[in-house]
């Protein structure tokens, strides 16, 4: 009796995944593949899903598993495109055994975000406090170098719960990158890269894990991307930029730490734009970039990619703000027209 | 069972005997042939398994050599691996996993076996096999929303409090950290050592129990002094089984231990183990040497849970053996 | 009574009292562990869940309905891969081995049976997914069914071993050929330890995360054909709890008591119906 109830419950099961699958599979939708940064998850998902609603039958699956993840799966083939915060240099480039073109996307801005008990202020960080606290100088909260500059505000004596990222992270690139901007001590011990060897802290992956782990922890401090300091409900401060301002990030200080860029970004796309100048400038902003392969056999995958871009350039580009990214210049979007056309 | 045995079918109105003799003895070999097929890609998807491993892991064998297994830098940028601090975490987390879990495991492996009746203890041990069975992922989900917050809020401030002089409980509490997983781990391999050692303790003769307590031994003493030493191979093989489980558990710790390839003398700190870098990092190794690192610690993960697990089955069945025949 | 004697039946009692305590604390652990999926689970199980696709992210709603059914799917293709070697091996293993060979089957089942699961996971990757050039659901289904072979194996070879030998040997004298005899007779008669070995074999790889992390990958769509990433319970669960979103923790919680709900349903059933019979293998 058992066993017969069993085999038929079996039974159910194999026919239920059956019809379902043939179901999906009756529309046969265009399924593209893409992997990489975590930085503009928020925007990329909501990208896909609202291009899906454009063009039913065209699915475009994005895991995000960190920029180091995407260079990767998108040299081992694995994945149509990829995404990635860092912009490849021409070493990075080397190592690929087929031409890749760099879209940059959007800008975004990646924030100091902390979790203390009892402080809802929002707090003043110098760089050289937030060297120092990565780099494990300054282990409590009521430091001088942060209460200094935070007077009024009443920090805990707490020990600080340092997170970075446990991936191969563009945000971690542009977090080291700035940093190692302003602070030789940590440029000559660290560096800046998708991976560095963190001096102290605990790994979260992924802007989503790090941001967990901010919540969930007491007296923790973390660099995530601002959409998710915003839909995670995380206190974030501002950062003194090189005009010696405190700037909290926001769609106008990001876009003017992208102002000067166009004109650079005509030799050579790729840029960064940590420690901008500008009065107004959010000194730890990025453009983040599509990493689209120059050739691609496929010629309906092709064909969508490149409607993709342009639809991204054009429809998209007015879905980000809402998301708290940037749009990109208007000067760049003029270059990456040109530069689809590179893609056959 | 090994004699293949045609049976020879007398066909009356056949001219054809031969032809079905033929029929029958293809048929046979027939059978022979696929089952012999299906048994020998077990063996072939093994050696697979083993090659793939040896040689994809060869690049970094050859660069590092024996210094991988000294080394604690894990540098993807300059291309220095070094194991040291994975093999330090794995290590760690599950000698403290079995240090907690053996002592609970064999006592109540013992309650199961001598104190309880027959059918309470089936009914237990069904119970307790379950929890053998939810899956690693469950317990990092309950891991992370109620271990590491309990570690965190009550017990790393206590074990700071009573033992902080000692370096293993020094330093802040950030409720992810190698004590939590090792905390983790201990309710993930007790039941193992639970069910093994249950089997093993009732499989010993009746006549050693019976020998003890006409001596005039109290139930205890029969079972620490004479029961218990009568199955210890057993027991020591369900340690084993156990520890080999600890070693390769992946999911449960990554979601609990911090993720920080540093050695830290605290309890307290994050840790890395070996499972959870391959998981962490696999899919964004660039450059061969990262990759062939992180399959050369695949390798050796591989070579100590085999070595494991191949003790423990000798050790279970020479208990077994020993005992005789059990129900 | 004596001192020494009072002393020894005190530690008697105590000890006695202290194994039966360990025994109550691993059973509440399991009771804490399924009321607390099912108190945290069961408020946020809901029609959504079961068939919706998952929201963008950060906006509230959406459901697991493709990873449900991605997990249903790798099952099925781990079952494809599995069953009929694990099933046949055990076969081979039990009606035709020879001594070398057979004792060499069985060692290397043993060995597969202890490799830790993202071993399996690296294996696959450079087996299927690298010449595939793809991320897929034959991947993760190749990693599951190579996991579920030993199990399937083991518990075929001791549920053929025990069909008594009279129902053997009466159907060769009734003049059946060997392969006839398995078929018809003693494959039926062990029928259902073996289903029921299987069906452990599934309940234990339904859960199992590590190998799909770089086999089926995940997906957030409906994934057609076998040949596309997939999503699936366990990895779900996984992602969603790590990040910072309350709304994706409520729905791990919910994906977690589903997944725990399929596995510990076919525990329970599989071994109520082998206890009737002999003892599980491990």
Redesign the interface.
């Known amino acids: 009796m058992l066993r017969k109830t069993l085999g038929c419950f079996s039974l159910l099961v194999l026919v239920f995944s059956l019809t379902v699958s043939a179901r999906a599979q009756s529309h046969d939708p265009l399924s593209l593949n893409a992997a990489g940064a975590t930085f503009p998850y928020p925007i990329y998902s909501k990208w896909f899903d609202e291009y899906r609603k454009a063009h039913p039958g065209v699915e475009i699956n994005y895991q995000s598993i960190g920029s180091g993840g995407g260079i990767q799966q998108l040299k081992a083939g694995t994945v149509d495109f990829g995404a990635s915060d860092m912009p490849l240099n021409d070493q990075l480039l080397g190592t690929f055994s087929f031409k890749i073109l760099q879209f940059p996307t959007v800008l975004g801005a990646v924030l100091p975000t902390y979790n203390i008990p009892g402080v809802s202020a929002e707090l003043k960080f110098t760089p050289q406090a937030l060297a120092d606290i990565y780099l494990g100088k300054v282990t409590k909260w009521n430091d001088p170098e942060i209460a200094s500059v935070n007077p009024g505000v009443s920090l805990p004596a707490n020990d600080i719960v340092v997170v970075h990222r446990s991936d191969g992270s563009g945000t971690t690139f542009v977090w080291s990158d700035y940093l190692s901007k302003v602070s030789p001590e940590w440029k000559s011990k660290v560096g800046s890269n998708t991976s560095v060897n963190w001096p102290v802290g605990l790994g979260g992956k992924g802007n989503e894990g790090v941001a967990g782990l901010v919540e969930q922890t007491p007296n923790a401090i973390g660099y995530v991307e601002l959409i998710y300091a915003i839909q995670n409900h995380l206190n974030y401060g501002t950062v003194e930029n090189s005009s010696h301002k405190f700037i909290k990030a926001s769609l106008a200080t990001v876009t003017d730490a992208a102002s000067g860029a166009a004109v650079q970004m005509r030799q050579d796309i790729r840029i960064s734009i940590t420690d901008a100048s500008g009065a107004n400038a959010y000194p730890i902003c990025s453009f983040t970039y599509l990493l689209i392969p120059a050739k691609i056999a496929n010629a309906t995958k092709r064909d969508t990619i490149k409607d993709f871009l342009h639809w991204m350039l054009t429809t998209g580009q007015t879905q980000v703000e809402i998301l708290h990214y940037a749009r990109l210049p208007q000067a760049v979007v003029g270059i990456e027209e040109r530069q689809i056309n590179e893609v056959q | 069972m090994s004699s293949n045995v045609t049976v020879v079918k007398r066909a009356p109105d056949s001219g054809s005997v031969r032809a079905f003799l033929h029929k029958l003895a293809v048929g046979d070999a027939v059978a022979h042939l696929i089952t012999l097929v299906c048994a020998a890609s077990i063996v072939l998807i093994t050696s697979v398994l083993v090659y793939q491993l040896w040689t994809n892991s060869a690049l970094s064998r050859h660069a590092f050599g024996w210094h991988f297994w000294t080394t604690q830098a894990w540098d993807p940028v300059f291309e220095h691996f070094g194991a040291l601090a994975f093999l330090y975490g794995t290590v760690v987390t599950s000698v403290i996993a079995l240090a907690l879990a053996v002592p609970v495991g064999v006592g109540a492996a013992i309650f199961l076996a001598e104190l309880a009746p027959p059918q309470v203890s089936d009914m237990l041990a069904f119970v307790i096999d379950l929890l053998a069975a939810v899956p690693s992922v469950i317990y990092g989900l309950l891991g992370i929303f109620v271990v590491v917050p309990f570690v965190r809020v009550y017990l790393a401030p206590f074990l700071e409090s009573a033992l902080g002089s000692l370096p293993l409980f020094k330093g802040p509490s950030y409720g992810v950290g190698i004590l939590t997983a090792s905390l983790v781990l201990t309710i993930m391999i007790v039941p193992f050592i639970i069910s093994v050692s249950r089997e093993v303790l009732l499989a010993v003769p009746r006549e050693q129990r019976e020998a003890a307590l006409a001596l005039g031994a109290t139930r205890w003493e029969s079972t620490i002094k004479v029961v218990v030493p009568y199955a210890r191979a057993g027991i020591a093989g369900s340690i084993f089984l156990a520890m080999a489980r600890a070693l390769g558990e992946t999911m449960a710790v990554t979601m609990v231990i911090g993720n920080e390839p540093r050695i830290a003398a605290s309890l307290l700190a994050p840790g890395y183990t070996i499972a959870s870098v391959i998981a962490n990092e696999f899919t964004e190794a660039t450059g061969s040497m990262y990759l062939s690192a992180l399959i050369e610690l695949g390798l050796v993960l591989f070579l100590v849970t085999f070595i494991l697990n191949g003790l423990a089955r000798l050790l279970i069945l020479a208990t077994e053996q020993r005992g005789g025949s059990h129900a | 009574m004596s001192l020494r004697t009072a002393w ?2 005190s ?2 009692v105590i ?2 009292s ?6 109550l ?3 509440s ?2 009771f804490f ?1 399924l009321g ?2 099912i108190w ?1 689970g069961g408020k946020d199980i809901s029609w959504d869940f079961f068939t919706k696709l998952p929201a ?4 509230p709603g959406g459901g697991m309905a493709n990873a449900i ?1 991605g997990s ?2 790798l ?2 293709l781990a079952m494809l891969f599995g069953v ?2 694990g099933v ?2 055990g ?9 070398t ?1 057979g004792f ?2 069985r060692y ?16 696959a ?3 299927v ?2 010449p595939m ?3 897929s659901a034959l991947a993760g289904g190749f990693a599951l069914g ?1 996991m579920t ?2 199990i399937t ?1 083991r518990s075929t070879e001791q549920f053929l071993r025990a069909v008594p030998n009279p129902l053997r040997e009466g159907a ?1 004298a009734l ?6 005899s ?1 078929v018809t007779v003693i494959l039926p008669a062990a ?2 330890g073996i ?2 070995g299987i ?1 452990l074999a599934l ?2 790889v ?5 190998p799909l ?2 086999t089926a ?9 076998w040949n ?2 997939v999503s699936s319970l ?1 990895v779900m ?3 969603y ?5 309350r709304d994706w ?1 409520e729905q ?2 919910a994906a ?1 008591l589903v ?2 709900a399929f ?2 349903v076919v ?7 082998l ?1 009737r019979r002999t ?2 293998p ?1």
């Open positions: 020894r039946k530690v008697n000890m006695l202290l194994t039966g305590a360990c025994t604390v691993i059973i652990v399991l562990i607390y999926l945290n963008p992210v950060g906006e059914v249903g799917k099952l099925l009929p070697i046949l091996g076969v081979y293993l039990a009606e035709f081995g020879g001594r060979f060499l089957v290397t089942t043993d060995l597969l049976n202890g490799v830790p699961s993202i071993i399996i996971g690296i294996f990757y450079t087996v997914v690298v050039h793809r991320f190579v072979v030993p194996v060769l003049g059946a050929s060997k392969w006839k398995i029928s259902s289903i029921t069906m309940a234990r339904a859960g199992e995360t590590a992390l770089f990958f995940n997906n957030h769509y409906w994934s057609s054909g596309q990433p366990p669960i996984y992602l709890a790590l990040s910072g979103y923790h791990a919680w977690g997944l725990l596995v510990l525990n329970v059933s599989t071994r109520l119906v206890s003892s599980v491990r």
